[in-house]
């Protein structure tokens, strides 16, 4: 009798066998994920560390050693712009982190240059009590008729070429997409490899669950306050992990949807449409699921007008994305 030795498979090795399947691919987006995959090794890292060299809280603080510390997303930051700035083919680099989008001059003769928007450290209020965090990003070809580098970046989500997370949990997970269904890694730490463990990634169509912070409920559009009367009617769960990348990931495990409404402090809704809301809708409809900035409205489909601009989000199970639509449109205002 033969027993089928599983394949493993790595993020490197994964997406080398992905740009074979297109033989006049330059290998240029293979190097910037790299860079991404060395980034999420050393911010793991960092994270791990966090309380122990004091890098929770504020910038200007002392570690145990009596060293000045920055704060870990300010680390995270710099880790990023120092990898990614060293490669080929990345022609800006913009951060939430950063007020203005990083310009890189790596030029090689002919090549095909792309735009790398990050959110660094998403949810990182959830460092101080060693809850889940994450790096988000999301990639563009260079927009060579745009006048200057931040035009380059107002490109609809829709234009993405690749993007995922990585969350930095009890494992550290790397989930990406470059367009053709989505794929997830987790980082062996023995080997120092992200090492496949989901490939063509499928989102349940339905589960029980939402995600939202309901502390603001009452400054919800009214349409919101009926879904979550309707949910709760209904036998839904909550769960809401205060980290974007560590519900959104657990949505695509198990279904459900997560929301960030408009509410009255922050009427376009928190969430960053070019930073987070782009890149995990691109993930979320590649496994099946839906995103949307309103009824009617793909996140994907909007047309950034700032690099910082914000968008409510819906995002998850089609049936639960639905069920919210629903919701929404037959609630008076
Ligand atoms: P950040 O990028 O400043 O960390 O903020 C984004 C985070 C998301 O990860 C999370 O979903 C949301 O903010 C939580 O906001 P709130 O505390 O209002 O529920
Ligand atoms: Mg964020």
Request: proline share 6%.
């Given at each position: 009798m033969t027993t089928a030795i599983p394949e493993i498979v790595t993020l490197q090795g994964h997406i080398l066998s992905q740009q074979a399947r297109y033989p006049e691919a330059s290998g240029t987006l293979t190097w910037i994920l790299s860079a991404l995959s060395i980034s999420a090794k050393m911010i793991a890292a960092q994270v791990r560390r966090a309380r122990l060299n004091d890098v929770l809280g504020a910038v200007g603080s002392d570690n145990v050693q009596g060293e000045q510390q920055q704060k870990l997303d300010v680390i995270a930051n710099e880790i990023l712009l120092r990898t990614l700035g060293?490669?080929?083919?990345?022609?800006v680099v913009a951060s939430e982190e950063n007020e203005e989008p990083v310009i890189i001059r790596n030029e090689r003769e002919g090549e095909r240059k792309y735009c790398v928007l990050f959110?660094?450290?998403?949810?990182?209020?959830?460092l101080d009590v060693a809850g889940g965090v994450g790096t988000i990003f999301s990639i563009l070809r260079e927009d060579r008729r745009a006048a200057t580098p931040e035009a380059s970046l107002l490109q609809p989500g829709a234009q993405q070429v690749a993007a995922g997370y990585i969350l930095y949990g009890p494992s550290t997970v790397f989930t990406l997409t470059i367009g053709l269904g989505v794929d997830m890694f987790v980082l062996d730490p023995a080997i120092g490899a992200f090492v496949r463990v989901e490939e063509g990634l499928r989102i349940p169509a339905a589960s029980k669950s939402y995600s939202v912070n309901e502390g603001n409920r009452l400054s919800f559009p009214a349409g919101y306050q009926q879904y979550l009367d309707w949910a709760q009617r209904n036998g839904y769960s909550s769960r809401y992990a205060g980290a974007m990348v560590a519900d959104v990931h657990r949505i695509l495990l198990k279904g459900g949807v997560f929301l960030y409404p408009p509410t009255k402090k922050a009427p376009a809704g928190k969430l960053r449409l070019m930073y987070e809301a782009n890149p995990m809708a691109m993930l979320v409809e590649q496994a099946g699921g839906q995103a949307l900035a309103a009824p009617g409205q793909r996140i994907l489909d909007v047309a950034p007008t700032g690099i910082h601009q914000r968008t409510p989000v819906i995002i998850g199970s089609p049936d639960e994305v639905a069920a919210v639509v629903r919701q929404l449109g037959s609630s008076p205002a």
């Amino acid at each position: 009798m033969t027993t089928a030795i599983p394949e493993i498979v790595t993020l490197q090795g994964h997406i080398l066998s992905q740009q074979a399947r297109y033989p006049e691919a330059s290998g240029t987006l293979t190097w910037i994920l790299s860079a991404l995959s060395i980034s999420a090794k050393m911010i793991a890292a960092q994270v791990r560390r966090a309380r122990l060299n004091d890098v929770l809280g504020a910038v200007g603080s002392d570690n145990v050693q009596g060293e000045q510390q920055q704060k870990l997303d300010v680390i995270a930051n710099e880790i990023l712009l120092r990898t990614l700035g060293k490669r080929h083919g990345v022609a800006v680099v913009a951060s939430e982190e950063n007020e203005e989008p990083v310009i890189i001059r790596n030029e090689r003769e002919g090549e095909r240059k792309y735009c790398v928007l990050f959110d660094p450290l998403d949810g990182s209020s959830n460092l101080d009590v060693a809850g889940g965090v994450g790096t988000i990003f999301s990639i563009l070809r260079e927009d060579r008729r745009a006048a200057t580098p931040e035009a380059s970046l107002l490109q609809p989500g829709a234009q993405q070429v690749a993007a995922g997370y990585i969350l930095y949990g009890p494992s550290t997970v790397f989930t990406l997409t470059i367009g053709l269904g989505v794929d997830m890694f987790v980082l062996d730490p023995a080997i120092g490899a992200f090492v496949r463990v989901e490939e063509g990634l499928r989102i349940p169509a339905a589960s029980k669950s939402y995600s939202v912070n309901e502390g603001n409920r009452l400054s919800f559009p009214a349409g919101y306050q009926q879904y979550l009367d309707w949910a709760q009617r209904n036998g839904y769960s909550s769960r809401y992990a205060g980290a974007m990348v560590a519900d959104v990931h657990r949505i695509l495990l198990k279904g459900g949807v997560f929301l960030y409404p408009p509410t009255k402090k922050a009427p376009a809704g928190k969430l960053r449409l070019m930073y987070e809301a782009n890149p995990m809708a691109m993930l979320v409809e590649q496994a099946g699921g839906q995103a949307l900035a309103a009824p009617g409205q793909r996140i994907l489909d909007v047309a950034p007008t700032g690099i910082h601009q914000r968008t409510p989000v819906i995002i998850g199970s089609p049936d639960e994305v639905a069920a919210v639509v629903r919701q929404l449109g037959s609630s008076p205002a």
